[in-house]
């Protein structure tokens, strides 16, 4: 795991020294700053709940953004055969890159503090349903990019990486919305496995550790089916 790091460093240089951060960052605020503004100035509400509402559809595209390059760009330069032909185990080239793709979400979601900041200055704000609002938008994405890490892994087109993570992030998203499709003893299934009711959980105020669990257990499997798709690269 000593690999880790220096991939890890590799990989958000790479972020940092192409428009792609500044890019996305940008992007991503703009957005989300004309729902809060909008919500402020034309609404008249200050809160936060505007934002933890339209972040996590947000994140459906930007995260596959983020991902689509980590191994894609790799397969298709010829570096990630060099890389594999290396003494580094699989899973420190996921994981380092992984890393450095949550780097950059966290560098994105940081600025949106001055929305906090903001509605506390106008009034009482109950620390509580912010703090669980931010992580649970850290675990979130943290869940998608690992998917999204394992949708670049699979083919060397950045685009097709694109597509097919959105796909797959986007069925979970979309999850707890046809729940009224389900027969009833599907139900409990099904909205245990939506991503976004975990994170309404958890954006209550209430950390309940199955909500923990169900993030971590996704992100780990997520780049565990990753790794294997290197390992196999590395066995041909």
């Known amino acids: ?22 890019v996305v960052i940008t992007v991503f605020l703009l957005f ?24 996590p559809f947000t994140f459906l595209f930007f995260t596959p953004a983020i991902t689509m ?4 760009e790799e397969r298709k330069t010829g570096m990630m055969e060099l890389l594999v032909t290396m003494p580094i185990h699989d899973s420190a080239i996921i994981i380092g890159k992984y890393l450095a793709a949550l780097a950059l979400l966290v560098a994105m979601i940081i600025p949106t503090l001055v929305y906090v900041i903001t509605v506390a200055s106008l009034g009482d704000m109950d620390v ?33 990486a694109f597509i097919v993570s959105w796909v797959i992030v986007f069925a979970f998203f979309l999850l707890d919305k046809t729940l009224f499709l389900l027969p009833g003893w599907m ?35 997520a780049l565990f089916l990753a790794a294997r798709v290197l390992a196999g690269r590395r066995r041909r």
């Open 32 to 55: 989300t700053g004309w729902f809060f503004t909008t919500n402020f100035f034309v609404a008249g509400q200050a809160d936060m709940r505007v934002v933890f509402g339209i972040i």
């Open 128 to 160: 509580g349903p912010v703090l669980g609002g931010y992580l649970g938008l850290i675990l979130m994405g943290a869940a998608y990019l690992a998917i999204g890490t394992f949708g670049s892994s699979l083919t060397d087109s950045q685009v097709v």
């Open 1 to 22: 795991m000593q690999n880790v790091w220096p991939i890890f460093k590799r990989e958000l240089r790479a972020y940092f020294d192409s428009p792609i951060a500044y």
């Open 187 to 221: 139900v409990s299934y099904v909205e245990y496995l939506a991503i976004e009711y975990h994170f309404q959980n958890i954006a209550r105020g209430v950390i309940d550790t199955r909500d923990i669990i169900y993030y971590l257990s996704l992100i780990a499997l």
């Open 69 to 72: 390059r980590l191994i894609s």
